[in-house]
């Protein structure tokens, strides 16, 4: 679901991410837990992440909710992926050959569901770090809900509807209006966010790449 909107509304930068229907405060616990497993100390972590200490202090003394663009840099920072970051329990190997992850309906990995954009976002896979991409399974919630403004964010996505309709609104491009089957390949660099359409809840399938070190801006 990652460089910054021109609205203070949307998910990339303004927005707040909050946990739905997840423990109080899980991410503040998860940032420290990860943070004293490496030995850092709160200045060497917001170092890492490159971002202030006092955002992080407040961050994990559950004072404040990232944006979206700052819960990417946390996860770079951590050398994690987003799921990976949300998850409960410590994530898998980073690297090797031969790597692999199922999700199966109802079995969860232990990633709680974020809302952002309008969205409710579970992260897929998450047991699987050092992704170049992460699947969630969305759900796009009440038109109430939805940002007004962009979301932009490095990277590029795809979204495929597996439920409801939905409207893919562009920052160069005529909406879009989606159904079950159909899907929207962008560049998250766009100014773009989904709207519900009908009184059904839509549930998608969307996948989010991040560019890596060495790739070509």
């Known amino acids: 679901m990652p460089v910054v909107a021109e609205t203070p509304t949307s998910p990339a930068d303004g927005a707040?991410?909050?946990?739905a229907n997840a423990p109080p405060a899980p991410l503040a616990e998860r940032l420290r837990r990860l943070r004293t497993a490496r030995g850092w100390t709160l200045a060497q972590a917001a170092k890492a992440c490159a971002v202030a200490r006092s955002t992080l202090s407040k961050?994990?003394?559950?004072?404040?909710?990232?944006?979206y663009?700052?819960?990417?840099?946390?996860?770079?920072?951590?050398?994690l992926g987003i799921g990976e970051l949300l998850a409960a329990d410590d994530a898998g190997p980073a690297h090797g050959g031969g790597r692999r992850s199922l999700a199966r309906p109802g079995s969860g990995d232990g990633?709680?569901?974020f809302e952002f954009g309008g969205c409710a976002h579970r992260p897929l896979c998450a047991d699987l770090a050092g992704k170049r991409m992460q699947p969630y399974l969305s759900r796009v919630l009440d038109p109430g809900a939805a940002p007004a403004g962009w979301s932009r964010h490095d990277g590029e996505e795809f979204l495929y509807v597996l439920a409801g309709r939905v409207q893919v609104l562009t920052e160069f491009y005529a909406p879009a209006e989606l159904g079950p089957g159909e899907g929207c390949y962008l560049d998250s660099r766009m100014g773009h966010r989904v709207e519900?359409?009908?009184d059904e809840e839509p549930r998608l399938l969307w996948i989010a790449t991040r560019p890596?070190?060495?790739?070509?801006?």
């Open 16 to 19: 707040p991410i909050r946990p």
């Open 59 to 67: 961050i994990e003394n559950a004072q404040m909710s990232p944006t």
């Open 69 to 79: 663009e700052l819960l990417l840099k946390l996860a770079d920072g951590f050398g």
């Open 111 to 113: 990633s709680p569901e």
């Open 196 to 198: 519900r359409l009908g």
């Open 212 to 217: 890596q070190a060495g790739d070509a801006p």
